[in-house]
């Protein structure tokens, strides 16, 4: 956090939360924070809108005298944008699948969306594309012919040279982050995070972090969850409903003003996910969650098979031999189902050709349904096959909600106190 916020926001929190805020557990910031009143609140964000329309100001005058534009132009930019108009950001690397290009799907509606006289939007772009990415490169191209049309040019800048030091002034200082992936291709989202800490609201696509953090209270949200690939259909669905959440929800709410001239509705949804989420989506979880899911269980696991002279140590490692000699022997024999009332019954044979039963887990495994977990339901080992060199017969019960098709048998590796797959990845499918 203390890289990301601005010195605005850290006296904030401060102020609300102490300076150690960040070296706990940060299970009181939620309430802390929700105690700031609307006041504080927007007076915070004022100033960080100010601040960035005076960077972006002197920043584009430099970017467009170091191109060698007319001194009237270098000029107008230290004169561009309102500090007072409602904010929108969108930075990062200009790749297809992050689709940049999505708020230009209707030039004209954005125009419209941006220079209301009486609802003024600004629009701060960044960003780059890779030397060899030449669509990534045509995507920028086309924000640059539309930004320098001269109705468009007042309320909208591309801010070029994209490095940590721009990131840092417009997750600190825009109002609304944008974020418009084309799911499921975001690993992340890591910007939208940064500017919670700091007042910005997120509109993003349902994927990456915001599939897990969006509620309606913290901010908006862009599609609905699924996948579509790269239908250009759908990109034009997403795109509509995109100009229809700035116009209908976003915009009204930042310009929906109490006698003070405070945006009540648009500081709750602040507060609410500076309180709700800042905690949660920061490095403090990440390594928190990292220590107690997985490295101090890796300790405990290590001291286990340590001690007494490394005897469970010695056996793990008999167990992956034995594994390696009679693995590819593995084989499955004949397969049975049957559907009795509101069950699928499945009974399968499988030749362990010796194995040790206990050394492998045999389990019915069925994809996830619309992004769900998937099935992986045990199958009880029963009786010793005759005539078979450990060969075993197998059942399991599912409910009849799925067809058989969906389900199929599987073989895995099982050891007590070993990560799988993590530590060995085989597995044998039924065919």
């Not at 007494?308 to 594994?323: A, E, F, N, Y």
């Not at 024999?333 to 362990?352: M, P, S």
């Not at 069925?366 to 009880?380: C, H, L």
Request: hydrophobic letters at 40%; aromatic letters at 10%.
């Amino acid at each position: 956090m203390p890289t990301w916020d601005s010195a605005p926001a850290d006296d904030l929190w401060t102020e609300a939360c102490g300076k150690d805020r960040w070296l706990g557990t940060m299970k009181p910031l939620e309430q802390d924070i929700r105690r700031v009143s609307d006041a504080r609140l927007w007076q915070f964000r004022a100033a960080a809108s100010k601040s960035l329309v005076e960077y972006a100001r002197e920043r584009l005058s430099r970017q467009l005298a170091a191109s060698g534009a007319l001194p009237e132009a270098v000029d107008g930019a230290k004169h561009l944008f309102d500090p007072n108009a409602l904010t929108l950001g969108f930075a990062r690397r200009f790749a297809t699948y992050k689709r940049p290009n999505l708020l230009l799907h209707n030039p004209a509606r954005l125009l419209r969306l941006l220079a209301n006289p009486e609802r003024p939007v600004q629009l701060i772009i960044a960003g780059k594309a890779h030397p060899e990415d030449r669509a990534g490169q045509a995507l920028i191209h086309e924000w640059m012919n539309f930004i320098r049309k001269p109705e468009t040019r007042p309320h909208i800048v591309f801010l070029s040279d994209y490095d940590m030091l721009l990131t840092e002034h417009l997750v600190q200082g825009v109002d609304v982050w944008i974020n418009t992936p084309r799911r499921p291709w975001e690993a992340s989202g890591t910007s939208g995070m940064k500017v919670l800490v700091n007042g910005g609201i997120n509109l993003s696509e349902l994927d990456g972090w915001w599939a897990e953090a969006y509620t309606p209270e913290v901010g908006w949200a862009l599609g609905d969850g699924r996948e579509h690939g790269d239908d250009p259909a759908w990109d034009a669905v997403e795109a509509d409903a995109l100009y229809d959440l700035l116009e209908r929800e976003v915009i009204p709410e930042f310009y929906t003003r109490d006698e003070s001239g405070i945006p009540t509705a648009w500081v709750k949804r602040m507060r609410e996910s500076m309180a709700w989420l800042t905690p949660r989506f920061c490095v403090n979880r990440t390594v928190r969650e990292y220590t107690e899911q997985h490295y101090l269980p890796a300790a405990s696991a290590y001291r286990e098979r340590a001690a007494d002279k490394g005897t469970v140590g010695r056996q793990v490692v008999d167990w992956q031999h034995s594994l390696e000699q009679k693995w590819a022997t593995l084989h499955f024999g004949k397969v049975n189902v049957e559907t009795r009332g509101e069950q699928h019954v499945f009974e399968v044979q499988v030749c362990l050709n010796g194995l040790d039963p206990k050394a492998v887990r045999v389990e019915l495994y069925a994809d996830g349904i619309n992004g769900g977990a998937p099935v992986r339901q045990e199958m009880k080992r029963g009786q010793q096959l005759a005539g078979a060199s450990g060969g075993y017969a197998y059942s399991a019960r599912v409910p009849a909600t799925r067809p058989p098709a969906d389900y199929t048998a599987r073989v895995i590796p099982h050891c007590d106190g070993v990560a799988i797959p993590l530590e060995d990845a085989r597995i044998l499918w039924q065919r």
